[in-house]
DNA sequence: TAGGCCATCTGGTCCT
DNA sequence: AGGACCAGATGGCCTA
């Protein structure tokens, strides 16, 4: 990276020497705002423990006394994203200085006489500072601003970084649509907040705590779930996972995005587990082995063909259907006589199928592209500015589920299943 | 052209 | 004094 600018380039070769000479103070010296702000951090050892580590988020899994101590911000494993731009000025320093071969000789010093009296200094009240010029308080003024500037550039660099590093491990599709910061940290704290209620589930599940034909969640119990203090309300709760108005179900079609569960929840326990419905993801997660996200987004393959037969019967529960890891059926019909649950082998099949389902494009209706185009994103995500129903169903594959659909549709590759 | 998003600059505040 | 953090202002870019 390059962050020399032309209008920098401008100020350097400028016909004024005095904004040269500012320049050149502030930028090329040692003083300047990058090579002090790069150097401190590597000769400075901080009071406080320091987060420096890279690849640290920030997120301390201990809750403890919240220090005011400020950070430093880079270490020495940290690569700096101005060193070009350090060395330039580097050589640029270089390139100034007066070579051996100059054609005036350096003057020898005179050798200190010894009995001469050392100057005196005055401390404290007696020091009288050197009066500056306003020339001079301008060109300090300016200075310390520049390395403001070029601290405050770097800090929010970090952060985006940081930014960058959650995009990278959440959930999000469809894949190339890049989530604005706003959407990160949203979809970051519902993730949490799914993966959170899904575990406690779970236990509850495994400890008997909850019968396993009850429901683990209500919509009162995730009211009441607080989150740092704030109140997850009923409506907060559908724009946080991204699903619709329970309103918005399509009776007759019987189908629709991340839709609740016919109960009224999001939620769902079975024999074998707990099942989650979290915007157009499903979560299922149980004590055989068939943990799966399952997904429709059109990014990926529901499973490999050849994994099962044509017999693979969408199933009903509680009148609302789905395939695999369900309540009735936890395995599979291969075919070939054997059952199978969700292994290691469907987890290939997923991560291949998901790849190749990078480089697919589909039908008729270009779903994506029509999502893009008709709704922002926000929208897209909030699913909570459509005024029109069909909007958001849109008849295109996208948002209908099609394992609703899997005799008529025939496998159509809209879905993803993951193994936990 | 308006609105959203973003990067950057800037001055203020708090802390060491 | 200087660094970290914050919020407001501003301008650029993109899209509907």
Do not use: W
Not at 94 to 123: G, M
Not at 315 to 328: A, D, I, L
Not at 389 to 416: C, G, K, L, P
């Amino acid at each position: 990276m390059f962050f020399f600018f032309f209008s920098d380039l401008v100020k350097m070769f400028s016909t004024d020497f005095d904004d040269y000479c500012d320049f050149n103070d502030s930028i090329c010296s040692n003083d300047s705002g990058f090579e002090r702000s790069y150097n401190d951090t590597l000769t400075t050892t901080p009071t406080t423990p320091l987060k420096q580590d890279p690849s640290d988020l920030g997120i301390s899994l201990t809750p403890g006394k919240e220090s005011h101590a400020r950070r430093k911000l880079f270490s020495e494993e940290y690569d700096y994203p101005f060193k070009d731009s350090i060395e330039t000025i580097k050589a640029f320093e270089e390139h100034l200085k007066p070579t051996n071969n100059t054609s005036t000789p350096k003057k020898e010093r005179k050798a200190k006489d010894p009995n001469k009296p050392k100057r005196k200094y005055a401390n404290g009240k007696n020091r009288v500072t050197r009066c500056k010029s306003p020339t001079q308080i301008l060109k300090i003024k300016r200075n310390r601003r520049m390395k403001a500037n070029d601290r405050e550039r770097n800090r929010m660099h970090m952060l985006n970084e940081a930014l960058d590093r959650l995009r990278c491990v959440l959930p999000t599709f469809p894949e190339d649509t890049k989530l604005t910061k706003i959407e990160t940290l949203r979809f970051a704290h519902n993730y949490i907040f799914a993966l959170s209620q899904t575990l406690e589930s779970l236990d509850n599940i495994n400890s008997g705590q909850i019968p396993a034909d009850g429901l683990a969640l209500s919509y009162e119990k995730i009211q009441n779930y607080s989150i740092a203090g704030e109140k997850v309300t009923k409506d907060a709760f559908r724009d946080m996972f991204f699903v619709p108005n329970k309103s918005d179900f399509d009776e007759t079609r019987n189908h629709g995005c991340g839709k609740p569960f016919t109960n009224g929840t999001h939620f769902m326990q079975t024999p074998e587990g707990v099942l989650i419905s979290v915007g157009n993801v499903t979560v299922s997660v149980n004590n055989k082995g068939g943990n799966c996200i399952t997904s429709t987004t059109g990014t990926g393959f529901f499973t490999h063909p050849a994994t099962y037969g044509d017999n693979m019967i969408p199933n009903n529960y509680y009148g609302r259907p789905y395939g695999p890891c369900n309540y009735n059926e936890t395995y599979y019909d291969t075919g070939n006589g054997q059952e199978e649950y969700f292994n290691q082998k469907n987890y290939e099949i997923f991560k291949n199928a998901f790849d190749d389902a990078k480089n697919k494009r589909y039908g008729k209706n270009d779903d994506y592209s029509y999502v893009k185009s008709s709704n922002s994103l926000l929208e897209y995500n909030q699913m909570s500015s459509f005024s029109n129903v069909n909007e958001y169903t849109q008849s295109n594959y996208y948002y209908e589920d099609q394992r609703f659909y899997r005799n008529s549709y025939n496998r159509v590759q809209t879905a993803v299943n993951a193994q936990m």
